[in-house]
């Protein structure tokens, strides 16, 4: 893994995991740089290249010209989204994490409704009200948070959706082994952390290829979710009282 720059003392650390997005990281970078700077706090983009083997290093580099809050993290060799994740949540500078898929799926305009929820959750979740994907991702999406709920006895609308905010010391140290990403939820309340959650905006893929297909991801998922189940009935909620 290998560091760009590092940028201390700011409130909004942006984290996205990119794996050949060549077509459309320009794009999306640009767009949330563009929402950030509307923003009155100060901000940072981690930029995690999951060992890109497309031009998407070269394009990363070439935008710190135009938007010097960019550091670039990269993972050698490509390691999951799950990885690239964890690294960001380890380096992120921010008081405050913000995830979004590199894609341009996720709207940056919706931060701020994720930023305000903050104010009365220790976790704000987006979730797609209006799906932009084919009916067998929609179908297959429906059917895994409903099975997820069930066996896990919890709420999370959308657990597909990287669109979320969150406080940085909540998720530093937290152990993203492979795909606990569709898990987060799970893991920040085991930590004591409130979800609030949201509808926010999905739109169209536009360019670039789903590095995801509908059994891939199901064949660990299952597995995943029994990992989870036995982590949470093991999991003990408590405080501790001085004097």
């Known amino acids: ?17 990119i794996y050949n997005e060549a077509e459309c990281i320009a794009i999306s970078l640009e767009e949330i740089a563009g929402i950030m700077r509307k923003n009155d706090q100060s901000w940072e983009l981690l930029a995690i290249d999951d060992g890109s083997s497309d031009e998407t290093p070269e394009i990363l580099k070439n935008l710190t010209a135009t938007i010097p809050e960019i550091r670039i993290l990269t993972l050698d060799p490509n390691s999951g989204q799950s990885a690239a994740f964890g690294v960001g949540f380890r380096n992120a500078n921010g008081k405050t994490i913000i995830t979004m898929d590199a894609d341009g799926q996720n709207d940056p305009a919706d931060i701020p409704k994720l930023l305000e929820n903050l104010k009365t959750h220790d976790c704000c979740f987006g979730y797609r009200a209006t799906r932009r994907d084919n009916f067998g991702k929609r179908i297959s999406s429906k059917i895994g948070n409903g099975s997820r709920n069930w066996v896990l006895k919890e709420s999370i609308i959308d657990t597909g959706c990287s669109l979320k905010a969150f406080p940085t010391e909540l998720a530093r140290n937290l152990t993203m082994w492979h795909g606990m990403h569709r898990f987060l939820g799970s893991l920040l309340t085991m930590n004591g952390a409130s979800i609030s959650q949201i509808p926010v905006n999905h739109r169209h893929r536009q360019l670039g290829t789903s590095k995801y297909t509908n059994f891939g991801r199901l064949k660990v998922t299952i597995w995943d979710l029994l990992a989870v189940h036995w982590m949470k009935k093991r999991c003990k909620q408590f405080e501790v009282k001085k004097g």
């Open 1 to 17: 893994m290998t560091e760009q720059k590092t940028i201390q003392s700011v409130e909004l650390s942006v984290v996205i995991p």
